[in-house]
Nanobody, 123 residues
Framework: QVQLMESGGGSVQSGGSLRLSCVVS????????MGWYRQDPGKEGLQGVA????????TYEGSAKGRFTVSHDKALNTSYLDMKNLNPSDTGMYYC????????????????WGQGTQVTVSS
């Protein structure tokens, strides 16, 4: 059974940094597509933050460009989201998601999701 577990959230001041981790267990696929999403306070939808694939493709969305770095350690089955120069608009619950890239190509969706880790940035 595939499980994702995020950690690393916390409270920081504007301009600070955080590193989020997402440990993936039970993964048996030869490929992986992983993504990070944020749920803003009081809102139901998710905002895409960053995505990466086992083929080396990396994309960033919105304000993550130039400030955030996504990476994956295959040996540790862990994905990281390094966030720098944080500001209050980055506040929210951050989720990691994963799918076989074959599923992603076919269905355009992530299959597995973590429980989230809270990031709070104060001004």
């Amino acid at each position: 059974q595939v499980q994702l577990m995020e950690s690393g959230g916390g409270s920081v001041q504007s301009g600070g940094s955080l590193r989020l981790s997402c440990v993936v267990s039970g993964w048996n696929e030869s490929t992986y597509c992983m993504g990070w999403y944020r749920q803003d306070p009081g809102k139901e939808g998710l905002q895409g933050v960053a995505h990466l694939t086992s083929m080396g493709a990396i994309t960033y969305e919105g304000s993550a460009k130039g400030r955030f770095t996504v990476s994956h350690d295959k040996a540790l089955n862990t994905s990281y989201l390094d966030m720098k120069n944080l500001n209050p608009s980055d506040t929210g619950m951050y989720y990691c998601a994963a799918a076989s890239c074959w599923v992603m190509i076919r269905e355009q969706r992530y299959t597995f999701w973590g429980q989230g880790t809270q990031v709070t940035v104060s001004s």
